[in-house]
């Protein structure tokens, strides 16, 4: 592999759906120690919302809300949060402190992707990094994929990610889309793939993602969640991937943290 893969765990934010956010503080803080231990890239730890942080769930209001959860930031972690383009007022977002997240996810629908980027560009200026999800990328056309990635291009985000919403595509939908978007994106600018398991083929796409991209130099984003857990079918398992990664990529994530985070917080959800 030409570039680097990072792992981003989302059982906290994809995760949420499932349980009405309510993980409760133990589980929280107990899987962000766990997934920054076993080496996890990236955790995103909930979602930024309009209303008041209630304790023990993972919609919070400010950055700060978070910071009750993080124990012992790591350098080498990334830790993100994700907002719906239309959903959240940027106005009460405060400038970024170092105190808690590093980087927000912005996810938009696709007749609002310049919108969404839009936001982005606000959330740049306050200093936190951006990453953006486009939602149901299968349904863009060409012409609009090549519109998304020069858009793209022009914010300057850490990564743009192909975002499976339905559980829908195939081998060959991800292959035509991956090869558009590598051919336009800028080089700098990481590739992700976020995919649901609703025709059981999502840990087998996130591995042809990764194969894909094997032969370019570009950096990739795969979403996981533990155990899959994520809206509707779920996702692909930070346990699979993480142990595919280990022995076909030389990736070094730690799978006893990773089994013991599922066997002490995952069988309550």
Same mark, same amino acid.
């Given at each position: ?34 997934? =920054? ?34 124990? +012992? ?95 829908? &595509? ?17 080089? +700098? ?10 025709? =059981? ?6 591995? +042809? ?19 899959? &857990? ?28 990773? &089994?013991?985070?599922?066997? &002490? ?5």
């Amino acid at each position: 592999m030409g570039g680097k893969i990072q792992l981003l765990d989302c059982t906290l934010r994809d995760g949420a759906y499932v349980v009405n956010a309510k993980f409760g503080e133990p589980a929280m803080r107990g899987i962000i120690k766990k997934m =920054q231990d076993a080496n996890i890239d990236i955790v995103e730890c909930g979602w930024l919302k309009d209303e008041p942080h209630e304790k023990g769930t993972t919609y919070f209001h400010v950055p700060s809300d978070l910071e009750n959860y993080l124990i +012992e930031k790591k350098a080498n972690t990334t830790y993100v949060v994700m907002i719906d383009w239309d959903r959240y007022d940027l106005n009460q977002l405060p400038p970024y402190d170092r105190n808690s997240i590093d980087a927000i996810r912005v996810v938009f629908p696709q007749n609002k992707f310049r919108e969404g980027i839009a936001k982005g560009k606000i959330i740049q200026e306050k200093g936190y990094k951006v990453y953006f999800q486009a939602a149901n990328t299968l349904g863009y056309t060409d012409e609009q994929l090549i519109s998304l990635a020069e858009a793209v291009n022009e914010a300057q985000p850490v990564s743009l990610s192909v975002v499976d919403t339905f559980g829908a &595509m195939f081998s060959e939908d991800l292959q035509h889309i991956v090869t558009i978007l590598d051919k336009h994106l800028k080089p +700098e600018i990481k590739l992700g793939f976020h995919s649901h398991n609703n025709q =059981q083929l999502s840990f087998a796409m996130s591995m +042809e993602f990764v194969r894909m991209l094997s032969t370019t130099n570009r950096d990739v984003v795969v979403d996981t969640s533990l155990c899959g &857990m994520g809206r509707g079918a779920g996702n692909t398992t930070t346990e699979l991937m993480s142990n595919y990664l280990n022995s076909k990529w030389q990736a070094n994530y730690n799978m006893n943290v990773i &089994m013991d985070a599922i066997d &002490m917080y995952m069988g309550y959800f």
